[in-house]
């Protein structure tokens, strides 16, 4: 059968599937309250999405024609109709509503195609049915792009559009929504269960997977080209610092010389652009601070799962949006603020953005040593600059050169880390802060990495220490921590 006749065979079966389920529900009571429970549970998606639900007796006589095979199964009806599906499983069935509509969903599609006459393989079904229970179960065409471990962004731009991103390039992906409908059911079923909001009055959000995948979504009117997502994979294989020097981004010398930053407390700010690697650095360096330790972590979206399955003493805090009144917003500066109060040994954010720069600097400052967080910058001069403009965002306005002191005072040491032309991410410099002269930060560069050519299409390189050593090692000796010199000789 050919690909097209397919997949509209597949979206006719997906229609008849759903309106059967749909009255199968209908025509049982449930348990006690189950009704009410999931009107008020309806009624809370409608809110927080913007969803303008058809009422229930247009369901109703929907699911009907579609069953008799005169209804039209495109457009969102069949989506509405799924959603009630979803969350009428869940609240009748709990914890095992994924397994016990997966089984009812098989039922109906074999009596769909029995009442429409099998003409299908048994290759052709099987495909089918996994669409089928992928739209109905999981996120549509999105579930085999996000089970494939090679790929480590999906970009959607519209239903017709899917790129994935494999090996620091992007491809064209092989499935495609069925229409923005299709998208968009996808798309309230990865933010209602995030407790996000997206609609008209608030068409951009962040949210994550269950898996602890960050995603990113903007919808019309913001987006002219339909819903438009932006997914960043979290990976389920660890990966570690000997991850790190098998893949060539970073060097030996750089890890001792890193670890042993970590373990003499010193405070360090992770650069660089956008999918260049810090969030995955930081999670490495995190994983190198000794078991003893309380850490804090505080972020936008969590994303350092590793470090409280590694370490005993973990508190993970998460930055909330306001409600659909605009009310109860806890941004990444008020948890800063309450960490301070919560007698953290390490203090971990996951991203400066604005504001809250000068309250963790400020902590580097006043005895809180070990800190560690980053920040977009395209190298290590940048990222004091850009530190710099965030402490202006503080209600409390500050001279530029108090505020480029207490940076010199808190910043040890700076890892910038960049997305190469051929797809590699690679720790490109590591930055010691001294201190201010004049009106001038003093940087120098410990380690750099050095391109030398290319070979079979990847970039490929030296890590080279600089020569110069570094002042930081006074503070190893104090924590007893002994790093050989020959680590900054010129090779």
């Known amino acids: ?242 991850g790190l020097l098998h893949f060539g981004a970073i060097s030996e010398d750089i890890a001792i010389f890193l670890r042993a930053c970590v373990q003499s407390r010193l405070n360090i700010l992770i650069s660089g652009g956008t999918g260049s690697g810090k969030t995955t650095f930081l999670n490495i360096l995190a994983s190198m601070i000794p078991d003893d330790e309380r850490i804090i972590t505080i972020e936008n979206a969590s994303e350092l799962y590793d470090l409280a399955k590694t370490k005993k003493y973990v508190v993970s805090l998460e930055s909330r949006p306001p409600n659909i009144e605009g009310e109860g917003e806890v941004t990444v500066y008020d948890l800063v603020v309450n960490a301070l109060r919560m007698r953290p040994d390490r203090l971990i954010v996951g991203e400066t953005r604005s504001a ?42 500050l001279p530029v050169l108090a505020i480029r002191k207490m940076i010199a005072s808190a910043i040890n040491v700076i890892v910038q880390v960049d997305r190469m032309p051929d797809g590699s991410r690679k720790v490109t410099a590591v930055t010691e802060v001294l201190k201010l002269e004049g009106n001038v930060i003093v940087l120098q560069d410990i380690f750099q990495f050095k391109p030398t050519g290319h070979e079979e299409g990847r970039i490929v390189g030296r890590y080279l220490p600089t020569g110069i050593i570094p002042q930081c090692l006074s503070r190893f000796q104090a924590y007893g921590i002994e790093v050989p010199l020959s680590l900054f000789t010129p090779k």
């Not at 962040?206 to 960050?214: I, K, M, T, V, Y």
């Not at 600097?361 to 004091?384: E, F, K, R, W, Y």
Request: hydrophobic share 40%.
């Open 356 to 397: 809250e720069a000068l309250e963790l600097i400020q902590a580097m400052n006043t005895g809180h040593d070990g800190c560690m967080t980053t920040l977009h910058a395209v190298a290590s001069p940048d990222a004091l600059q850009r530190l710099e403009t965030m402490v202006t965002h503080h209600p409390i306005a």
């Open 1 to 242: 059968m050919e690909n097209q006749k397919l997949a509209d065979r597949g979206a006719q079966l997906l229609g008849n599937v759903v309106a059967r389920l749909y009255l199968e529900a209908s025509s049982a009571d449930g348990p006690e309250g189950m009704r009410a429970r999931l009107a008020n549970t309806l009624s809370a998606i409608d809110r927080q999405c913007g969803i303008q639900r058809p009422a229930a007796q247009d369901l109703l006589r929907w699911a009907e024609q579609t069953v008799k095979g005169g209804a039209d199964i495109k457009g969102e009806m069949v989506w509405r109709v799924l959603e009630e599906i979803s969350v009428c499983a869940e609240v009748e069935f709990g914890a095992q509503y994924g397994d016990e509509l997966r089984k009812r969903i098989e039922a109906q599609f074999a009596a769909a195609l029995a009442s429409e006459g099998n003409t299908l393989s048994a290759v052709e079904r099987q495909q089918i049915l996994t669409t089928i229970l992928n739209d109905c179960l999981g996120f549509g065409p999105l579930e085999p792009i996000l089970a494939d471990s090679e790929v480590v962004e999906v970009l959607v731009d519209g239903p017709e559009k899917i790129y994935v991103e494999r090996r620091g390039k992007l491809a064209d992906a092989p499935d495609r929504f069925r229409d923005e409908s299709h998208l968009m059911s996808i798309i309230h079923r990865i933010v209602i269960r995030t407790g996000r909001q997206i609609n008209e009055s608030h068409p951009m959000v962040d949210a994550r997977f269950p898996d602890g995948s960050r995603v990113n979504i903007v919808i019309p009117p913001i987006s002219l080209i339909g819903p438009v997502m932006t997914i960043r994979k979290f990976l389920k294989q660890k990966l570690t610092l000997e």
